[in-house]
T-cell receptor
Framework: ETGVTQSPTHLIKTRGQQVTLRCSSQ?????VSWYQQALGQGPQFIFQ???????GRGNFPPRFSGLQFPNYSSELNVNALELDDSALYLC?????????FGPGTRLTVL | QKEVEQNSGPLSVPEGAIASLNCTYS??????FFWYRQYSGKSPELIMF????GDKEDGRFTAQLNKASQYVSLLIRDSQPSDSATYLC??????????FGTGTRLQVFP
């Protein structure tokens, strides 16, 4: 158990819709990162939040946005969904030594 | 050139043998190196991390790092069928914002 939880487990949306994915990390883990993992690929870094501020962003368009809350929970929002957004979305919580992933949310865009 | 490269496999080894998984990276400023195991449909699970040149052992697993050659490897001794999974190499300048390879699929046959 990594102490990182995500919801929902699976989600199906249609192109053009908006989606919100949620993550809850362990108390005291101030840093949360989001990754997208397409089928057959390694996870790709979307962005990171540290103490409720965005602290780094990967090569993803602005329609990918996020929030971090004081209670160590976080959200990933994706607007104007595209078919290529279908992927496993992973939330990761960092300690001083390493990074632990949650179970992920499988998003399918039809 | 990809930032983190792994052979996609599959790497097939008999039960009880040593499995050797390799990874090269392009960013000479990388300071942290991770190996994750991912079963089909699941999220990545941390196996080991290594920060210093040389070997680091944890049970049946040994991570090897050579920063001069920009090379990191994972050895799995006494391989078991339950080790069959995709192994992801991840590289970063800290414990987050990691760059992942596409993974090597390992198959351990009885």
């Amino acid at each position: 158990e990594t102490g990182v939880t995500q919801s929902p487990t699976h989600l199906i949306k249609t192109r053009g819709q908006q989606v919100t994915l949620r993550c809850s990390s362990q108390s005291g883990h101030n840093t949360v990162s989001w990754y997208q993992q397409a089928l057959g690929q390694g996870p790709q870094f979307i962005f990171q939040y540290y103490r409720e501020e965005e602290n780094g962003r990967g090569n993803f368009p602005p329609r990918f946005s996020g929030l971090q809350f004081p209670n160590y929970s976080s959200e990933l929002n994706v607007n104007a969904l595209e078919l290529d957004d279908s992927a496993l979305y992973l939330c990761a919580s960092s300690t001083e030594d390493t990074q632990y992933f949650g179970p992920g949310t499988r998003l399918t865009v039809l | 050139q990809k930032e983190v490269e792994q052979n996609s496999g599959p790497l097939s080894v008999p039960e009880g043998a040593i499995a050797s998984l390799n990874c090269t990276y392009s960013d000479r400023g990388s300071q942290s190196f991770f190996w994750y195991r991912q079963y089909s449909g699941k999220s990545p699970e941390l196996i080991m991390f290594i920060y210093s040149n040389g070997d680091k052992e944890d049970g049946r697993f040994t991570a090897q790092l050579n920063k001069a050659s920009q090379y990191v490897s994972l050895l799995i001794r006494d391989s078991q069928p339950s080790d069959s999974a995709t192994y992801l190499c991840a590289v970063g300048r800290g414990t987050d914002k990691l760059i992942f390879g596409t993974g090597t699929r390992l198959q351990v046959f009885p």
